[in-house]
């Protein structure tokens, strides 16, 4: 009888869309980049979320229990990941110079997405380094038809490739925003600085 096995690689082959969760703490806007949305029922509409517990927002949506999901589109540059996914709202504003829309006082991206749902928390389920918001849907707008953002998109098409002279390094890059951990090996417990993913996120140089 053989041993049952679990090959990482194989979860890899979920498909995962790519969004930007934007929400409110008193007077400061924040948002940050997340690829686990899904909606879990339809009678009555329910949207699970789940978010890295380091990241600023997971306080500010237990706190408020509210939030907006914004779809980013395949039209989605670089430049809208390294905005939301490699800093911290705790210490940065993520919007300045953004001139965004908003939806029950949410701010919604204002290009680069196909739609949008904002979220009221009916749930909270601790998944240790994780937090997962069981919600109800409140707003759902489509805003156009532009082919959703895919996790295998951004990697194929939107993020950066390495420069030759990083691909020889040693060491370890994140999946999820390309963070480049250089050493060998990658200690269990990393983080990524950037994007709060664990170790288990991220893959050898090539």
């Known amino acids: 009888m053989s041993q049952a096995t679990v090959d990482e690689r194989a979860l890899f082959k979920i498909g995962y869309g790519l969004y930007v969760i934007t929400c409110r703490d008193g007077e400061k ?4 980049i997340v690829n686990t949305v899904m909606q879990v029922t339809n009678t009555p509409n329910r949207v699970a ?7 600023y927002s997971h ?4 706190k408020t229990g509210m939030m ?15 905005r939301f996914g490699f800093q911290s709202g705790r210490d940065t504003d993520k919007f ?33 380094t994780h937090g997962m918001f069981i919600c109800s849907l409140e707003v759902a707008k489509t805003v156009s038809d ?4 895919t996790y295998n998109y951004y990697q194929a098409n939107v993020k950066p490739k390495p420069a030759a002279k990083e691909e020889k390094k040693k060491g370890y890059v994140c999946k999820i925003c390309g963070y480049v951990y250089e ?24």
Request: aromatic letters at 10%; a negative charge.
């Open 59 to 62: 306080d500010v949506i237990k």
């Open 96 to 128: 300045e110079g953004m001139h965004t829309g908003r939806s029950m006082g949410i701010c919604v991206l204002p290009e680069f997405i196909n739609a949008y749902f904002t979220l009221k928390v009916e749930q909270y389920v601790d998944l240790d």
């Open 68 to 82: 907006n999901v914004n779809v980013l589109s395949e039209e989605a540059p670089f430049s809208v990941f390294q």
């Open 183 to 206: 050493g060998d090996p990658l200690p269990e417990d990393f983080i990524c600085p950037w994007c709060k993913h664990p170790a288990s996120d991220f893959e050898p140089l090539k």
């Open 29 to 32: 806007d924040n948002g940050l």
């Open 49 to 55: 979320v789940a978010i890295n517990k380091q990241n």
């Open 146 to 149: 532009v082919p959703t953002m």
